[in-house]
């Protein structure tokens, strides 16, 4: 994922305003504020790559443009924008921002807990928008740090229940001390340039099958 400069692909997802009259001063407000976050990118050389919509479409789009950031601009209670891009992204994370005119910080704790990196209320201005997608990114990226080094030590406690059992079955079985067990596990391993830990799943599941 490149830095925060102008290679940063950013893709905004926004409810369309097309459907509301001139005299609906919420969609007007927010159709103001949409376009004063999209000059702020421009202003501060993002590559910007598309306005989406929050449809059923959008897991497609995203898919195809690969942008670097999401940001959703829309009113807080507008729920169903957010768990869309959150759909959208469940099977390849990226950091989401939320811009929104909205005071009501009650929604803050749900947006957070649907992956939200940054959740921004009212105030914008362009000299606010690169400070606000640079932390968010730093947020994201420690995040999927934390989430790799969870997903290691998880794995590794898996693959050392694996290689206790698969010992523990040829101490039973062969009469093997512990250390002669996983010397032996060890040897196979090597000779046949596998990890221990598949060489140990892979005699467990023999053994399952023979009974």
């Not at 998880?154 to 062969?174: N, P, V």
Request: glycine share 4%.
């Amino acid at each position: 994922m490149p830095g925060m400069n102008e290679s940063l692909r950013i893709v905004v997802v926004a409810p369309d305003l097309t459907d509301h009259g001139e005299d609906d001063e919420h969609a007007r407000m927010q159709a103001e504020r949409s376009r004063a976050l999209r000059i702020g990118l421009l202003e501060n050389r993002f590559n910007l790559v598309a306005m989406l919509p929050p449809d059923a479409f959008l897991r497609e789009r995203i898919a195809q443009l690969q942008p670097d950031l999401i940001i959703v601009d829309a009113e807080s209670e507008a729920r169903d924008a957010l768990e869309h891009v959150v759909m959208a992204t469940r099977d390849e994370r990226r950091p989401i921002v939320m811009f929104t005119n909205d005071d009501d910080t009650t929604h803050v704790k749900d947006a957070v807990a649907l992956g939200v990196s940054a959740y921004i209320v009212a105030g914008l201005s362009p000299e606010r928008i690169r400070p606000i997608l640079d932390v968010a990114m730093a947020r994201f990226q420690h995040e999927q740090s934390l989430r790799s080094q969870l997903a290691d030590a998880r794995s590794e406690l898996k693959d050392r229940k694996t290689i206790d059992r698969a010992k523990g079955l040829l101490m039973q079985r062969q009469g093997l001390t512990e250390q002669a067990a996983y010397d032996k596990l060890r040897k196979t391993a090597m000779d046949k340039g596998l990890k221990l830990a598949e060489v140990a799943q892979r005699m467990l599941d023999v053994a399952d099958l023979l009974g």
